[in-house]
């Protein structure tokens, strides 16, 4: 059993921070991308951030400069710091981690946390 557990939603006013975590775990044998997309209501699900194992990062326009993604490859683990939020940030954030291979299975496999919701609200 491969499972991705996201902590640190909730809610914030605007200007405000928060971090969110998101672990690894089960039966992986090795994972490249680890990153984190976000849907609000109404609207598709969105790339916020992804970092690879070699450290390249991408960002969504969106957040650039008020969001930091980093990670801990040996603890399978990557974070998300969000500054200077706003309401437009407010949506379910998902951890998704791309390109994991599991002992096993052959092939890659993408998997995706169960989310968690970050409203910015006054």
């Known amino acids: 059993q491969v499972q991705l557990v996201e902590s640190g939603g909730g809610l914030v006013q605007p200007g405000g921070s928060l971090r969110l975590s998101c672990a690894a775990s089960?039966?992986?044998?090795?994972?490249?991308?680890m990153g984190w997309y976000r849907q609000a209501p109404g609207k598709q699900r969105e790339l916020v951030a992804r970092?690879?194992?070699?450290?390249?990062?991408n960002y969504a326009e969106s957040v650039k400069g008020r969001f930091t993604i980093s990670s801990d490859n040996a603890k399978k683990t990557v974070y998300l710091q969000m500054n200077s939020l706003k309401p437009e940030d407010t949506a379910v954030y998902y951890c998704?981690?791309?390109?994991?291979?599991?002992?096993?299975?052959?092939?890659?496999?993408?998997?995706w946390g169960q989310g968690t919701q970050v409203t910015v609200s006054s």
């Open positions: 089960g039966s992986i044998v090795s994972l490249n991308i």
């Open positions: 970092i690879t194992s070699a450290g390249s990062i």
């Open positions: 998704n981690a791309d390109q994991v291979r599991l002992y096993g299975i052959l092939g890659y496999k993408m998997i």
